[in-house]
């Protein structure tokens, strides 16, 4: 018997996800964006290239504005999809790549949190819209989740899980592990504790130059034998890693996720890390199958300082904290550096200002970037 992903936000994560996913006779899809011409151009793409594989995928479209929360709530009940994959946003992530190098180079110093408003407010109204159509599958998450699950777990609608993210940095601990000890990579078992904000440390690692890297958890085990001292674990996972810059990692992402994805829907559990899991802070291992993802137990590592593992690694972001009403703290060098570039001052967003932020966030990047001669 075949699930049903309802996959929404075509954009490019969207549409390479949808490649990546297409592949699995497991599922059939209802794709769900705003955009319906683009969307389902990009559905026909990955539709051919299935087709070309020798593939018969059923993927479904709808057109689906997230900002309509009863709409979503209904199309939601209509569809009973097994899972709900969000990668909707009001801006891709990558476009401070397109400022000059100086320009770029300051916007992105403040850290990815200060973007937290873009990325959060149509996760929100999806949320809201799950809760309304007493959805009871799992919703699993693009935008952020290290910061935007936690969120949504202070307001008591945490999704199921993000994806990529403290999965992505896996493979490569995985693969220079086991190059180092001259074992196949299926010997090597990684249990890693990180948040969004340690990427840059560990891939693309230019990006971070000197500074010191977010804190995390790392046991690297070959064939079953603690190796993570003898080969220098966490040396390993900081050394230089360098990967194609921007959208071209979506295709790193998407493969974490046909594997997430895959769990969800079989019965036997898989051990995985997930950003996000249940509205916690950050990345964590996890196990996971269509009964849901429970946390792995790590005999050195209690729960609570994993948490605050993540907790502290927020501020690496520029955010300083998530307080117990949701509102999102940011740190006094990002609100700065914000107000200084974008006259965007926003020391503390809550909630409820999210839509109005987000908007005057991207209204003062584009005005910002334009007076720089760079067209969005
Ligand atoms: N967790 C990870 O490892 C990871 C990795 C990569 C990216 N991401 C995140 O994934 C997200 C997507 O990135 P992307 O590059 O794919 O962005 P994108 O290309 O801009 O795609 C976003 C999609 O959402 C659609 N959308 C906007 N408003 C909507 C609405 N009201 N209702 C329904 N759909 C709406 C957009 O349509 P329009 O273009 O018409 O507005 C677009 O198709 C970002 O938040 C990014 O940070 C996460």
Not at 72 to 98: F, N, S, V
Request: net charge negative; hydrophobic share 45%; glycine share 8%.
């Amino acid at each position: 018997m075949q699930s049903t992903l309802m996959l929404i936000g075509m954009g490019d994560l969207g549409g390479i996800l949808l490649e990546y996913l297409v592949t699995n006779p497991k599922l059939r899809f209802v794709t769900a964006d705003i955009d319906k011409d683009r969307a389902l151009a990009r559905v026909n793409l990955a539709r051919l290239g299935a087709v070309a594989r020798g593939l018969d995928p059923q993927i479904d479209f709808v057109r689906l504005d997230l900002n309509n929360i009863d709409d979503t709530a209904q199309a939601i009940a209509g569809i009973k999809p097994d899972i709900i994959l969000t990668t909707a946003t009001l801006q891709t992530w990558w476009l401070p790549d397109r400022l000059p190098d100086a320009e770029s180079a300051k916007i992105k110093g403040a850290g990815f949190g200060v973007w937290f408003p873009v990325h959060f407010a149509l996760t929100l109204k999806l949320m809201r819209a799950a809760q309304q159509a007493d959805f009871r599958g799992f919703v699993v998450t693009a935008p952020y989740p290290d910061v935007a699950n936690a969120v949504l777990g202070k307001l008591s609608i945490p999704p199921a899980c993000g994806i990529g993210n403290v999965e992505e940095i896996v493979p490569k601990i995985r693969w220079l592990a086991a190059s180092r000890l001259s074992v196949p990579i299926h010997a090597i078992h990684v249990t890693l504790v990180a948040h969004h904000a340690l990427q840059r440390f560990t891939l693309n690692r230019t990006a971070a130059g000197n500074a010191t890297a977010a804190p995390f958890f790392l046991k690297i085990e070959a064939d079953g034998h603690n190796v993570t001292e003898e080969i220098d674990g966490a040396e390993l996972l900081l050394s230089a890693f360098p990967i194609t810059a921007g959208p071209a990692s979506h295709v790193l992402t998407a493969a974490t996720t046909y594997r997430l994805v895959n769990a969800l829907i079989g019965e036997e559990e898989q051990y995985i890390h997930v950003p996000g899991p249940g509205g916690l802070p950050g990345g964590y291992p996890v196990y996971a199958n269509s009964d849901g993802i429970r946390l792995a137990v790590i005999p050195e590592l209690p729960l609570e300082e994993a948490i605050r593992i993540n907790e502290n690694s927020h501020r690496f972001d520029g955010i300083e904290m998530v307080e117990e009403d949701g509102s999102v703290r940011f740190t006094q060098q990002a609100v700065e550096t914000m107000r200084e570039a974008l006259g965007y001052d926003c020391p503390i967003l809550r909630p409820d200002d999210v839509d109005d932020r987000a908007r005057e966030l991207l209204r003062r990047f584009s005005e910002y970037a334009s007076g720089l001669g760079v067209s969005l």
